[in-house]
């Protein structure tokens, strides 16, 4: 009897590990498919980061997001800009969001404009070097996201859950004050209201980071592998980066304690006109260049002494 519940035990111990072994070779199949479809490497003209990085040595290291407009025939916008930096000694993370209307010199057009229009004049690396060149600081890496498909990754996470600090009705979706659980629709909303917030964009700017850390959050979880097919369908479909197959990885290995520790930084400037029939944003130039310095400091660039470029 005893031998009887030794074999049945090692026999379901054996197609367990079967089971695992091929799940886990269909997940990594299925992540290696997918990064090679959003993976999308770009030139880079500038030269603000001297020496090269390395995920796999646990360097400091940033990243622009950009949520992108895309709509057919229409080379779209950056609704959103949020730079995060990344340091792995202390673990810790800060994201900045850069208001869309922030009036700049655009890289490489020799005039200024608004800060998101960069991405329509030349696309993600027209976009990355004016943030570069307007922050003082180097963008190592990009992430993309078409944000109408920012609703898919959110639904293939089963939604997620933000501390509202404001009670909102935008249409008829209605956003309590208080912790809210939140579908894809519901989110993309969420994080799109601006003339319903006395604050406007800043109080905008404050919600997508919210989601996004809830989502950073959310993807953390073990239990969000068994929803991997989903998850991959919607990354590939929804975002493009520059990272490769192999630093994500290892940042998942590395870095994934930083996420339990991330400070918000935003513009306290409300300094704003027109020029012509346009609304700009004008960012103080010394609160440009402190927000500078902490990001600098962040990514280990004590040294570093460039100038922002407004």
């Known amino acids: 009897m005893i031998k009887k519940r030794r074999k049945l035990l090692l026999m379901i111990g054996f197609v367990m590990l079967v089971i695992g072994v091929g799940y886990g070779y269909q997940v990594y199949t299925s992540a290696t498919n997918t990064l090679e479809k959003m993976h999308e490497p770009i030139k880079r003209d500038t030269t603000i980061r001297k020496e090269a990085i390395s995920v796999q040595e646990k360097d400091p290291f940033s990243v622009l997001l950009l949520g992108v407009d ?108 208080g912790q809210i659980e939140l579908t894809g629709n519901e989110a993309l909303v969420f994080s799109r209201i601006r003339y319903e917030d006395p604050r406007g964009d800043f109080g905008r700017q404050i919600r997508q980071k919210q989601i996004i850390e809830a989502i950073i959050n959310k993807a953390a979880n073990i239990s969000t592998l068994w929803k991997y097919s989903d998850l991959f ?3 590939g479909d929804n975002v493009k980066t520059n990272f490769t197959f192999s630093e994500i990885v290892e940042l998942q290995k590395a870095y994934s304690d930083v996420r339990k520790n991330i400070e918000q930084l935003r513009f306290e400037g409300r300094d704003g006109g027109f020029i012509g029939d346009y609304w700009y944003y004008f960012a103080d130039s010394e609160e440009v260049q402190t927000l500078s310095n902490i990001l600098k400091e962040h990514l280990d660039l004590h040294t570093y002494n460039e100038s922002v470029g407004l």
């Open 70 to 177: 895309e709509r057919p025939n229409d080379v779209g916008r950056s609704d959103t800009m949020i730079v995060v930096t990344v340091n792995p000694e202390d673990n810790s993370m800060k994201m900045l969001s850069i208001p869309r209307d922030t009036y700049v010199s655009i890289f490489g057009r020799g005039e200024k404009d608004k800060i998101n229009h960069s991405y329509a004049f030349g696309g993600v690396e027209m976009a990355v070097n004016t943030v570069e060149s307007f922050l003082g600081i180097p963008i190592d890496y990009y992430v993309k996201v078409n944000m109408e498909g920012f609703k898919d990754v959110i639904d293939a996470l089963d939604g997620v859950t933000v501390e509202n600090d404001m009670e909102l009705t935008h249409g008829k979706y209605h956003f309590p004050k």
């Open 233 to 235: 369908e919607a990354f």
